[in-house]
């Protein structure tokens, strides 16, 4: 192949002009992904909250239905899935004196009261239910706004129904779910698969035994992610 020597020829100011304007066009379009084309539609964009990309289905309104302050048969709730159950509790309150029978129906020792000694003089709720999959299970209650303190404290169950194990916040060393005040608040905590779970819900104080406290809870079970554990928790419905 011949070479062909041609004279050098230096750069114009023109062809300057032209390059700063294909920099500076390139660099209009920053940042890229609010100009790149998506191929996932429902893709979040950076900073949004990841919680508002995980498609959850609710269950339909439910009742709470037990009878006798005890769970009831478990219902099982998959991952991506949420339950809403309403209910009433009629009366608060704490006898520091009650005798709580401690041996549930299996033999084991119970968890339940959260605290001791003593027991609720008021009605308790449970919700009984059973994760198909590991994941954070996400807790939110809300309450009629009254001056008053509730447990929504979470237990394992044993084989006969009965609670023999709590959850512990790790932040406070207390039981997950004790000691808040009535109006509304949540929590969010990992657990296993096929491990039937309750959430006892109860008021201690004041002792008002002719009140009536309607609550509505919602519980979702949702992927794990690093950092919070409610890092994908839905909000309040």
Known sequence: MALINRPYSPPTASMFVMIATGLLGGCGDWPRY??????????????SDPGTGLNLEWSEPMAETEPNDHPTDSIEIDLKEGLIVDGVLNGLGWDSEKVIDRASSCGETLAFPPDGPGGYTGDVDWIAFEPTEN???CMHI???EFDARLDAVLYTLDSCGDPTALFINPDTG????????????NWA????????????IAGFWPDAGDI???????????PSTAGDADALCPEPL
């Open 135 to 137: 994941g954070v299970l």
């Open 142 to 144: 809300q309450t009629d």
């Open 189 to 200: 905590i990992s657990v296993e698969a096929d491990r039937p779970l309750g959430v006892a």
């Open 34 to 47: 609010k100009n790149k084309p998506a191929i996932n539609n429902n893709a979040l964009t950076p900073g």
């Open 174 to 185: 207390s039981p997950l779910g004790s000691n808040r005040k009535a109006g509304s608040f």
């Open 212 to 222: 009536e406290l309607n609550w509505t809870l919602q519980l979702a079970l949702v």
